[in-house]
């Protein structure tokens, strides 16, 4: 009864945190398909967003691999390089819903998301990945 109350103070975006963490962290011997590099600057009002987690989900399936989201955090300065697993940098050629999600430093607010809904759990964020070098810079608005 008590995990019942533990996992309904999460958010899904926090949980969908948790999946990528645990998942997709080694190669495994999972064949890479063509990747296009992904880089880009967030910033919230025009300021540096700092430590958020980006994720790109591409929309349609590879024909060598299955539909595997690529990620980064990003830097003090907002920048970001994407990553598709542990020994491949980039994200698959294509349509991508993006979400940006950035957690307080204070773990008595654990599940709290500083960064409105319309950029993660309900995002209106989409990329279009070109092969090639990509760069795709979000000003989220607080507000």
């Known amino acids: 009864m008590s995990d019942i109350c533990i996992t309904s103070r999460f958010s899904p975006v926090f949980c969908l945190i948790l999946l990528l963490t645990f998942t997709g962290c080694g190669g495994g011997g999972e064949p890479i398909p063509e990747l296009a590099q992904v880089t880009g600057v967030v910033t919230m009002d025009g300021a540096p967003l700092s430590n958020a987690k980006i994720i790109f989900e591409p929309q349609q399936a590879s024909d060598k691999a299955r539909r595997r989201a690529s990620n980064a955090t990003t830097q003090t300065d907002g920048s970001y390089t994407l990553e598709y697993n542990s020994d491949a940098s980039g994200a698959t050629p294509g349509t991508h819903k993006v979400m940006i999600l950035k957690m307080p ?33 979000f000003d989220l608005k607080s507000k």
């Open 105 to 137: 430093d204070n773990p008595d607010d654990a599940g709290m998301q500083l960064v409105p809904a319309k950029y993660n759990d309900k995002t209106e964020l989409t990329a279009e990945v070109k092969t090639g070098e990509n760069s795709f810079n």
